[in-house]
């Protein structure tokens, strides 16, 4: 499996070509699964683990590693198809989730497969809203259901929503301005989604959220044929970089290669994390980045584009 993971930074370029490389996985269940190997540090043995006392249940214990203590998360159990018979013959894939390292308990590892983000579909209607995943995809015939991991780990630790008091009296100092109040958020993770609004509806903007990166450039665009300025309607957009049909990087290069609408302004926002991703960021023209989740982090972001907007000599 060395292999499989050997130089993957080196294949990540294709991300800002609106590609992505799936790790393919299956659970005790069956059912086979993908996540983006950008997550993915690495992939071991379980190790031995020890159980910790009023644990959430779909813990199933610690293990110390080279990389320091790591909660090892029983995936199986966690979206709700039962639990892992003996965690010792499992195998563990390490990731990084909104800056912090998780290990998820998986049965066996299939492989690594090259596909477009078109390829990557919304889960079908009428699943309901119990459902752990953010898209599905088909690999040589066979469903592959991407699970949206965000949304299991904000059950098992959820992130902190408060933000800074002295935030929210900064951005009502604005009031008054003529700079719109609206934001746009482009993610496709509900809970994801759901942080953004619930952060932004507490400095008084209002958000308007969309599923995947085509949405958004299919919105702009059409805003963009009827006349209307984006950056005159929106104070930013608030973009996550996975998505399916289309991914953050591609959907920032289009608008911003497009005179129309090209003075927006994009703050990528996203779990995945490092040095790569700021790089591409760059290269792809988004105005700022920051990782998933920090209320404060977010708000002090869009408080600082709100401050520039309403300078003096401000366009």
């Not at 080279?66 to 709700?80: E, K, N, R, V």
């Not at 105005?287 to 300078?311: G, P, S």
Request: include cysteine.
């Amino acid at each position: 499996m060395s292999k499989l993971l050997h130089n993957v930074n080196q294949r990540t370029q294709m991300a800002g070509e609106n590609r992505l490389e799936l790790l393919l996985f299956r659970l005790q269940n069956g059912q086979l699964y993908g996540i983006n190997v950008f997550k993915v540090k690495k992939i071991i043995p379980c190790p031995p683990l020890t159980q910790f006392p009023y644990h959430h249940p779909h813990i199933v214990g610690v293990a110390n590693t080279m990389d320091g203590s790591l909660p090892i998360l029983d995936m199986l159990s966690a979206i709700q198809s039962g639990k892992v018979s003996d965690p010792r013959k499992q195998q563990v894939i390490v990731c990084e989730y909104n800056r912090k390292m998780q290990g998820f308990l998986v049965d066996k590892i299939e492989n690594i497969v090259n596909m477009e983000w078109s390829e990557i579909l919304l889960p079908p209607k009428g699943i309901g809203h119990r459902h752990y995943l953010t898209s599905v995809t088909r690999y040589e015939g066979r469903l592959v259901e991407i699970i949206d991991v965000e949304k299991v780990i904000s059950e098992v630790t959820p992130a902190a929503e408060e933000m800074n008091a002295s935030i929210g009296e900064d951005f009502s100092e604005l009031k008054s301005s003529e700079v719109p109040r609206k934001v746009l958020v482009v993610d496709d993770s509900v809970v994801a989604r759901n942080q953004i609004k619930r952060c932004l509806e507490k400095v008084e903007l209002e958000a308007v959220l969309l599923k995947d990166g085509r949405q958004a450039l299919e919105h702009l665009q059409a805003m963009a044929d009827e006349g209307q300025k984006p950056w005159e309607e929106y104070l930013l957009m608030i973009s996550d970089i996975e998505m399916p049909e289309m991914d953050g990087y591609t959907l920032t290069r289009q608008v911003k290669q497009d005179p129309r609408m090209q003075e927006l302004f994009i703050l990528m926002h996203t779990s995945l994390s490092g040095v790569f991703n700021e790089s591409m960021v760059k290269k792809v023209g988004a105005d700022n980045f920051i990782a998933k989740f920090d209320a404060d982090e977010l708000a002090l972001a869009v408080l600082d584009h709100f401050r520039k907007r309403t300078a003096p000599g401000a366009a």
